[in-house]
């Protein structure tokens, strides 16, 4: 299975944007970054003109994600994204889920950040 190009890109910006300790248990992104090295070693089995259109491909992709993350509500929903494509942990005991008695569906009482509007 080969990765799409704005999801390995996406996944380039977050493995880069993620906060680096000194140990690497402690790296935040472990997981991405074992994707990654996995699409590495899969580009390193095409030929060269694969190679060539994969890198050309990638790079617009690369382009496109970092222009989307300079927008902080952008850049948030595709963290969730790449945190989304996580295993799940494995479930060590029941699980208390606590639910908002107002909330009309979910996301109902999430805080929205409203930009002013520019009229002219």
């Keep these: 299975m080969e990765m799409d190009p704005v999801r390995q890109a996406n996944l380039v910006a977050y493995v880069a944007s993620a906060p680096k ?9 472990l997981y991405e970054k074992k994707q ?8 390193q089995t095409m030929n060269f003109m694969e190679r060539m259109e994969v890198d050309a491909e990638q790079k ?9 993350r300079q927008n902080e509500d952008h850049r ?4 969730r994204l790449v945190e989304k494509m996580r295993p799940e942990p494995l479930a060590r005991g029941p699980k208390i889920v606590k639910h908002n008695v107002k909330a009309l ?16």
């Excluded at 990654?36 to 580009?43: D, G, S, V």
């Excluded at 617009?60 to 989307?68: E, F, G, I």
């Design 21 to 29: 300790t000194g140990r690497a248990s402690g790296f935040s992104a």
């Design 36 to 43: 990654l090295i996995e699409a590495r070693r899969k580009r």
């Design 60 to 68: 617009q992709a690369l382009a496109q994600v970092t222009l989307m």
């Design 76 to 79: 948030k929903a595709l963290d």
């Design 105 to 120: 569906h979910q996301g109902h009482d999430r805080q929205l950040n409203w930009a002013p509007l520019e009229c002219y």
